[in-house]
C-alpha cells in the first residue's frame, strides 16, 4: 500500500499557502513576456528589485533565482527582504523535481545515465522497444511500465487501460516486456494504425530471434498482443459510457497476423478488416507512448513492413496495417479489475482518468502524468484555446460538467484559489533547459527579446492585434531584428519593409538582459502553479478515501512533465 507523503490536514494547509502566494503575485504570472515593453511589465516590478536585477549577468539569474540547489549564492549586492522572500517562499512550496539518484545534480547533468553511453539508445532497453521510440521517451516508458507493472502486483490486477496511447510504444513494453493483458485507447486513427503495425513488427522480430535461439526475452507463451481502440474520450461521460467505449469494438474474427509476416493479400484486405478494432468517435490531440527492457540481439530492419516511419510523422503510416487483437482482455462490467494509466495525458484527460479511476469499480489503481495545464477547463475559462471542443453526444453521457481544475472541494473553497490560463501555461515550461541556457549565455534567450520589440511595432500599425499568433520563426537567434520583423510582420499581414525607427530598435535591444530577468521571475512561479493543480488532484482523490503520491519519476531535465500521480484503492 501506498504510503502519503502528507497529510490530509497538511495537504490542505499546503494548498492555502499555495493559492494565497499565486494570488499575490498573479501579476508577474500573469504577464505575457511579448508585452514587455507596451505593458512596460518592468516597471510593475519594485523599485528596489529593479536595481538588483536589472545587473545581473545570465549565469548569475541561473544560480541566484532560478535554482533550488545551488549552494553557493554570491550576491552582487545586497537584496531586498521582499525579492528574498520571493524565492525562497516559490522554492519552498513547489514539490521537488528531482527524482531519486539525481537529486542534488546540478542543472548540467542533461541526460540519464542510461544513455551515457549512446546519446540515443537506452542502455536499458533493447532494441525492439527501442525502434520508432525518441531518446526522451525511451526514458519515460520504462520507468512508468516498471511502476505501473509493481502496481499490478500490489492490486492483483493483470490488466491495464493505456488511454492517449498514442502510437502504443508503452503498449507494447507493458503487453510483450511485462506480460500484462492491455487495452489501449486512442483519439487519432492515424496513430492506432500505426500502433497496430508496429505491434506486427514486434511479433515478427520476436519469431526471428526465438528462431535464433539467442533471445533473450520472449513473449509469454499465455499472452496476447495489447488490443487497440480508437475513441475520443469525453469528459463529460460517466464511467460506464467510458468502459463502454472500451468493451465497444469488435476483434478480428481472423485473428492477428502470425510473427512471420501478414500475406499483402491480408494486409489489402476490406476497410471492415482494417478498422474491426476502432471506435468511431471524433479525435482529440492526446497521445502517449511506451517502455521496455533490455534485450540484445539483432536489428528487424529487414522485415518487409518495416520502413522508415518517423515518429513525429504520422501521415506516412502504412493505412492498410491491420490491426492485432488477438484475446487481449477488455474490461467490462463482469471482467477483472485493471489498473489505468495515462502517460502525458493532455488537458481535462487526466482529470477525467482520476475521476474514472475514483468511481469506477473495476479500476484498481492508477498512474498520472499530466501536461497541457493551459487545456485544462476552469470556471472562469471552460473553453481555453487550444482544447477541441467536446462533439455533440446523446443526452444519457452528458452526466458531468465538472472542470478540470478545481478538482477538490477544498481548494474550490479557497478565496484565492483561481489560475489564469497564462499561469497554467506559464507551468508547462522547462524550467531546467531555461537554467541550461541561461549558465551557458545562449543566444536563444533573445527571442522573447526579439518577441517583445516587434509586438510594440505591430501595435504601432495595429492597436487592436495583441498577441498576434506568429508561430516560432526558424533560427530567429541567428538573425538581426530586422529581418526577424520582416518575416514576423508578414505573418500577421503587415507590410514586411515597415520602417522601424533605428534609434528605437536599439534602445529596446539593449534592454534583452531585463527582458530575460522578468521572464525569469515568472518562471520561478511556474512550478508553484504545477504544485497547485496536481496538489488539487491529490486533496480530490482524499476527499474521495484514496491516498496518493506524487513521484518524480522521470528525469526533469530530460522530461520536463516528469510528476506521476499514483494511487490504488484500499482493499476491501
Given at each position: 500500500?501506498?504510503?502519503?507523503?502528507?497529510?490530509a490536514?497538511?495537504q490542505?494547509?499546503l494548498?492555502?499557502?499555495?493559492?494565497?502566494?499565486?494570488?499575490?503575485y498573479?501579476?508577474?504570472?500573469?504577464?505575457y513576456i511579448i508585452?514587455?515593453?507596451?505593458e512596460?511589465l518592468w516597471?510593475?516590478?519594485p523599485d528596489?528589485w529593479?536595481?538588483v536585477?536589472?545587473?545581473?549577468?545570465?549565469?548569475?539569474?541561473?544560480?541566484?533565482?532560478l535554482?533550488?540547489?545551488?549552494?553557493?549564492?554570491?550576491y552582487?549586492?545586497?537584496w531586498?527582504?521582499s525579492?528574498?522572500?520571493?524565492r525562497?517562499t516559490?522554492?519552498?512550496?513547489?514539490?521537488?523535481?528531482?527524482?531519486?539518484?539525481e537529486?542534488?545534480?546540478t542543472?548540467?547533468s542533461?541526460k540519464?545515465e542510461e544513455?551515457?553511453?549512446?546519446?540515443?539508445?537506452?542502455s536499458?532497453l533493447?532494441h525492439?522497444?527501442r525502434k520508432h521510440?525518441?531518446?526522451?521517451?525511451?526514458?519515460?516508458?520504462?520507468k512508468?511500465?516498471?511502476?505501473?507493472?509493481?502496481?499490478?502486483?500490489?492490486?492483483?490486477?493483470?490488466?491495464?487501460?493505456?488511454?492517449?496511447?498514442g502510437?502504443?510504444?508503452?503498449?507494447?513494453f507493458?503487453?510483450?516486456?511485462?506480460?500484462?493483458s492491455v487495452t489501449?485507447?486512442e483519439?487519432?486513427?492515424t496513430?492506432?494504425a500505426m500502433a497496430?503495425?508496429?505491434?506486427q513488427?514486434?511479433l515478427?522480430a520476436?519469431?526471428?530471434?526465438?528462431?535464433?535461439?539467442?533471445?533473450?526475452?520472449?513473449?509469454?507463451?499465455?499472452q496476447?498482443?495489447?488490443?487497440h481502440?480508437a475513441?475520443?474520450v469525453?469528459?463529460k461521460?460517466?464511467w460506464e459510457?467510458?468502459?463502454k467505449?472500451?468493451s465497444a469494438?469488435?476483434?478480428v474474427?481472423?485473428?492477428?497476423?502470425?510473427?512471420s509476416?501478414?500475406?499483402?493479400k491480408?494486409l489489402r484486405g476490406?476497410e471492415?478488416?482494417?478498422?474491426?478494432?476502432v471506435v468511431q468517435?471524433?479525435?482529440?490531440?492526446?497521445?502517449?507512448?511506451?517502455?521496455?527492457?533490455?534485450?540484445?540481439?539483432?536489428s528487424?530492419?529487414?522485415?518487409p513492413l518495416n520502413t522508415?516511419v518517423?515518429?513525429?510523422s504520422a501521415?506516412n503510416?502504412c493505412s492498410?496495417a491491420?490491426?492485432v487483437?488477438?484475446?487481449?482482455?477488455?474490461p467490462?462490467e463482469?471482467s477483472?479489475?485493471?489498473v489505468l494509466t495515462?502517460?502525458?495525458a493532455?488537458?481535462?484527460?487526466?482529470?477525467t482518468?482520476l475521476?474514472?479511476?475514483?468511481?469506477?469499480?473495476?479500476?484498481r489503481?492508477?498512474t498520472s502524468?499530466?501536461?497541457?495545464?493551459?487545456?485544462?477547463?476552469t470556471?472562469e475559462?471552460?473553453?481555453p484555446?487550444?482544447?477541441?471542443?467536446a462533439?455533440?453526444?446523446?443526452g444519457?453521457?452528458e452526466?458531468?460538467?465538472e472542470?478540470?481544475?478545481?478538482?477538490s472541494?477544498?481548494?474550490?473553497?479557497?478565496?484565492?484559489?483561481?489560475?489564469?490560463y497564462?499561469?497554467r501555461?506559464?507551468?508547462?515550461h522547462?524550467?531546467?533547459d531555461?537554467?541550461?541556457?541561461?549558465?551557458?549565455?545562449?543566444?536563444?534567450?533573445?527571442?522573447?527579446c526579439?518577441r517583445a520589440?516587434?509586438?510594440?511595432?505591430?501595435?504601432d500599425?495595429?492597436?487592436?492585434?495583441?498577441?498576434a499568433?506568429?508561430?516560432?520563426?526558424?533560427?530567429?537567434?541567428?538573425l538581426p531584428?530586422?529581418?526577424?520583423?520582416?518575416l514576423?510582420?508578414?505573418?500577421?499581414?503587415?507590410?514586411?519593409?515597415?520602417p522601424l525607427d533605428?534609434?528605437?530598435?536599439?534602445?529596446?535591444?539593449?534592454?534583452q538582459?531585463?527582458?530575460?530577468?522578468?521572464?525569469?521571475?515568472s518562471l520561478?512561479?511556474a512550478p508553484?502553479?504545477?504544485?497547485?493543480v496536481l496538489?488539487?488532484r491529490?486533496i480530490y482523490?482524499?476527499?474521495?478515501g484514496?491516498?496518493?503520491?506524487?513521484?518524480?519519476?522521470?528525469?526533469?531535465?530530460?522530461?520536463?512533465r516528469n510528476f506521476?500521480?499514483?494511487a490504488?484503492?484500499?482493499?476491501?
Amino acid at each position: 500500500m501506498l504510503t502519503p507523503t502528507l497529510s490530509a490536514g497538511q495537504q490542505r494547509d499546503l494548498a492555502e499557502r499555495l493559492s494565497a502566494f499565486l494570488s499575490h503575485y498573479s501579476h508577474v504570472s500573469d504577464s505575457y513576456i511579448i508585452e514587455f515593453f507596451t505593458e512596460d511589465l518592468w516597471h510593475t516590478l519594485p523599485d528596489t528589485w529593479q536595481q538588483v536585477l536589472q545587473d545581473l549577468s545570465y549565469p548569475q539569474i541561473a544560480d541566484l533565482l532560478l535554482d533550488a540547489t545551488h549552494g553557493d549564492r554570491r550576491y552582487p549586492s545586497v537584496w531586498p527582504l521582499s525579492l528574498l522572500a520571493f524565492r525562497a517562499t516559490a522554492h519552498a512550496l513547489a514539490f521537488p523535481r528531482e527524482c531519486g539518484r539525481e537529486q542534488g545534480r546540478t542543472a548540467s547533468s542533461v541526460k540519464p545515465e542510461e544513455f551515457q553511453e549512446n546519446q540515443s539508445q537506452s542502455s536499458l532497453l533493447g532494441h525492439i522497444f527501442r525502434k520508432h521510440v525518441k531518446p526522451k521517451k525511451q526514458h519515460e516508458i520504462r520507468k512508468l511500465g516498471m511502476l505501473v507493472k509493481r502496481l499490478c502486483e500490489q492490486t492483483d490486477c493483470s490488466s491495464v487501460v493505456d488511454v492517449g496511447s498514442g502510437q502504443g510504444h508503452l503498449t507494447r513494453f507493458l503487453s510483450f516486456g511485462l506480460g500484462l493483458s492491455v487495452t489501449a485507447i486512442e483519439a487519432d486513427h492515424t496513430l492506432v494504425a500505426m500502433a497496430s503495425r508496429f505491434d506486427q513488427q514486434l511479433l515478427w522480430a520476436l519469431e526471428k530471434e526465438k528462431q535464433k535461439k539467442s533471445c533473450s526475452f520472449l513473449v509469454p507463451a499465455s499472452q496476447s498482443s495489447p488490443r487497440h481502440v480508437a475513441g475520443w474520450v469525453n469528459p463529460k461521460a460517466s464511467w460506464e459510457a467510458f468502459i463502454k467505449q472500451l468493451s465497444a469494438a469488435d476483434c478480428v474474427s481472423e485473428g492477428s497476423p502470425t510473427p512471420s509476416g501478414p500475406s499483402k493479400k491480408k494486409l489489402r484486405g476490406s476497410e471492415h478488416e482494417r478498422s474491426a478494432c476502432v471506435v468511431q468517435t471524433p479525435s482529440c490531440c492526446a497521445s502517449t507512448d511506451s517502455d521496455s527492457r533490455s534485450l540484445d540481439s539483432e536489428s528487424t530492419s529487414q522485415h518487409p513492413l518495416n520502413t522508415s516511419v518517423e515518429e513525429s510523422s504520422a501521415e506516412n503510416c502504412c493505412s492498410c496495417a491491420q490491426p492485432v487483437c488477438q484475446e487481449a482482455v477488455c474490461p467490462q462490467e463482469n471482467s477483472p479489475d485493471f489498473v489505468l494509466t495515462g502517460l502525458h495525458a493532455c488537458g481535462d484527460l487526466s482529470a477525467t482518468l482520476l475521476r474514472h479511476f475514483v468511481n469506477c469499480p473495476h479500476v484498481r489503481g492508477i498512474t498520472s502524468v499530466a501536461c497541457c495545464y493551459m487545456k485544462i477547463t476552469t470556471k472562469e475559462n471552460p473553453s481555453p484555446p487550444g482544447r477541441v471542443a467536446a462533439p455533440q453526444t446523446s443526452g444519457q453521457e452528458e452526466l458531468h460538467s465538472e472542470f478540470g481544475y478545481p478538482m477538490s472541494s477544498w481548494v474550490q473553497g479557497l478565496p484565492e484559489h483561481q489560475l489564469s490560463y497564462k499561469a497554467r501555461e506559464g507551468a508547462c515550461h522547462a524550467i531546467e533547459d531555461y537554467v541550461r541556457r541561461l549558465r551557458e549565455e545562449s543566444e536563444l534567450l533573445k527571442t522573447h527579446c526579439y518577441r517583445a520589440m516587434l509586438e510594440t511595432f505591430i501595435r504601432d500599425t495595429r492597436p487592436d492585434l495583441r498577441r498576434a499568433g506568429i508561430q516560432t520563426i526558424k533560427k530567429a537567434h541567428l538573425l538581426p531584428f530586422t529581418e526577424y520583423a520582416r518575416l514576423g510582420l508578414a505573418r500577421v499581414s503587415l507590410p514586411p519593409e515597415m520602417p522601424l525607427d533605428p534609434e528605437r530598435v536599439e534602445a529596446m535591444l539593449r534592454q534583452q538582459s531585463r527582458v530575460v530577468v522578468y521572464f525569469s521571475l515568472s518562471l520561478l512561479l511556474a512550478p508553484v502553479v504545477e504544485t497547485l493543480v496536481l496538489l488539487d488532484r491529490m486533496i480530490y482523490l482524499q476527499e474521495n478515501g484514496v491516498d496518493s503520491q506524487l513521484v518524480p519519476l522521470f528525469n526533469p531535465n530530460f522530461s520536463p512533465r516528469n510528476f506521476v500521480l499514483v494511487a490504488l484503492k484500499p482493499r476491501g
